[in-house]
């Protein structure tokens, strides 16, 4: 088998590698793309196996490897990172620590998402950040109508957007209004067949369509939350998968001093933001989790309620994926506490 140990790089990518059946070991700088396909073309019709730290701009790569039939392997950074406590880091040194893991058989790989998914994932990544950018311009025409003493309950409606058409404005508040209103109508447009597109999706998937049962959750929310969490029996219990997606506090303990900290953040951004979106409208059809929203709300800040309700949203949709069954038949079954696989 030749082992490959990838520093990689948007431009170049620093290799060192070895082949275990003759002993040949050797270091190279490949610029992307042309000299990287060349070398790892070449290596067609053996056994290769590479491992680079888990990074971004790397998707060509990714695909070039799947198709050539080499094996990827991606590595948790901090892991790598950890296992290397040496002051001195250069993408040589990189290389050579990440060829030397995968050669004593350490390699912090990580789980990755199925290349044929990858499709699904930009198309709910670019929804989701045209949406936020709609959001961005309905909140500069609220400010406009505030600074003009037009102030109302709710940020956007109908009424709203009138009202805000009919105020009488002059010099460039005019066009800078114009613009907005012609953006918002642009990206209403364009929106709107993406919104088809993941319900679509979401119909045809069956975990999505069975997480869509649950209140306040969407084709949206559902079909993101199966792509990134995958496979549900990598998770032995729900609290694993809080951890996953960054929803349990930070903690910094010794002896019998016990620190909590902030939410850690370390798992998927977008699918964080969605689940907190979505614990606002799942509080209000649960009464336990409505009082717990409305206790953290008064006594805390309501970014903190929303977060702990979204904590328990991402539980029970893992529940209802291990155990097969609709919003109602895990309402009726009963509490999931405490059991594991």
């Known amino acids: 088998m030749m ?51 888990a990074t971004g701009n790397f998707r060509w790569f990714r695909q070039l490897m799947q198709e050539l039939g080499h094996e990827f392997l991606l590595g948790d950074p901090s892991a790598i990172r950890a296992a290397s406590p040496r002051r001195q880091k250069t993408d040589k040194r990189d290389a050579r620590h990440i060829l030397n893991m995968l050669v004593e058989d350490r390699f912090p790989a990580v789980w990755q998402p199925p290349v044929e998914n990858e499709d699904l994932r930009q198309l709910l990544l670019h929804r989701c950040r045209l ?31 009138k009202q805000i058409e009919e105020l009488p404005l002059s010099g460039w508040n005019v066009e800078r209004r114009k613009d ?31 997480l869509m049962t649950h209140p306040g959750v969407g084709p ?44 850690s953040k370390q798992g998927n951004t977008l699918l964080r933001w969605l689940l907190v979106e979505a614990a606002s409208k799942a509080q ?21 309620a929303k977060v702990a309700i979204a904590h328990k949203l991402a539980v029970r949709l893992y529940w209802m994926l291990r155990s097969g069954q609709d919003y109602k038949q895990v309402m009726e079954r009963g509490s999931h506490a405490g059991q594991s696989v």
């Open 3 to 53: 082992i490959i140990g990838c520093d990689f790089h948007p431009r170049f990518q620093q290799v060192a590698f070895i082949d275990q059946e003759t002993g040949e070991y050797g270091e190279l700088r490949l610029s992307h793309p042309e000299e990287a396909e060349r070398f790892y073309r070449s290596l067609v019709g053996g056994q290769v196996r590479i491992g680079a730290e």
């Open 131 to 161: 949406v936020r950018f709609r959001a961005r311009i309905k909140n500069q025409l609220d400010s406009m109508a505030k600074n003009e003493g037009l102030l109302s309950k709710r940020v956007w409606c109908a009424m709203r957007r």
């Open 180 to 210: 907005l209103l012609f953006l918002l109508e642009e990206l209403n447009r364009r929106i709107e067949p993406l919104d088809e597109a993941v319900l679509k999706a979401a119909e045809e998937n069956p975990e999505a369509r069975r």
């Open 220 to 263: 949206v929310v559902s079909l993101f939350y199966v792509l990134t969490i995958g496979d549900w029996q990598r998770f032995p219990r729900g609290k694993h998968v809080a951890s996953y997606l960054g929803l349990i506090p930070a903690e910094e303990s010794s002896s019998d001093k016990r620190r909590l900290g902030h939410i």
């Open 284 to 304: 209000k059809y649960d009464p336990s989790w409505h009082r717990q929203y409305v206790r953290l709300s008064m006594n805390k800040h309501h970014g903190v």
